[in-house]
Every structure is written in C-alpha cells, then in structure tokens.
Nanobody, 119 residues
C-alpha cells in the first residue's frame, strides 16, 4: 500500500495562485489513479481533479481551466496548481490514491491541507 502526505496549503487572496503537493511513499507501482478532493465546511467531499497511471486527467467543472493536476515521477509527487482562486475554493484538500487488485485493492487518503481564499 501507499502513504500520502500533503503540503503547500495556506491563505491566498482571490485571484491568486497556490500549488499543493502530495508526496507518495510505499508501493507506488501499484497505484492506478490519484486524485485531489476537497471538503468545505458543511459540504460533502468532492473530486477536484484526477490523474491515472497512464497520465489521463479529469477535472470538476468548477475548476476546469483554473486548476491543473500533474505529477513528477522522479519525486513521487503529485501536484495541484490552482490559479484564479475564488473564495468558494476554500476547503481542506485531500490527496487520494487507489490501487492494487482484487483483495489487495486499496483506497488511501492523506491528512489534508487547508486552502483558504480571502475575498
């Protein structure tokens, strides 16, 4: 299985940019896909962006054109570049990894990193 550790959250003004990172350790070769999710107070956790082992990406409609998910395989790190941030982007952002097969399948989460966008 894998372990995930997010970093890079913080406070930013509306219109600004922030990049958050997720360092992956453990059985990296077993990962099928990774994603960034977020959860705002009083709301359910939602998928923001995902990237497959083959490099395919997908985004929530609310962040398309503003956020970019990428990875650096040499550093075992997945990034979420967030531009043109809005106050409604304020949330705890979680890194997620799914992988393995059959009984060895897993769904792992990081501890989360707070992103706050001020108006």
């Amino acid at each position: 299985q894998v372990q995930l550790a997010e970093s890079g959250g913080g406070l930013v003004q509306a219109g600004g940019s922030l990049r958050i990172s997720c360092v992956v350790s453990g059985s990296i070769s077993s990962i099928n896909a990774m994603g960034w999710y977020r959860q705002a107070p009083g709301k359910q956790r939602e998928l923001v962006a995902g990237i497959t082992s083959g490099g395919g990406t997908n985004y929530a409609d609310s962040v398309k054109g503003r956020f970019t998910i990428s990875r650096d395989n040499a550093k075992n790190t997945v990034f979420l570049q967030m531009n043109s941030l809005k106050p409604e982007d304020t949330a705890i952002y979680y890194c997620n990894a799914v992988g393995g097969t059959g009984w060895g399948s897993y769904d792992r989460w990081g501890q989360g990193t707070q992103v706050t966008v001020s108006s």
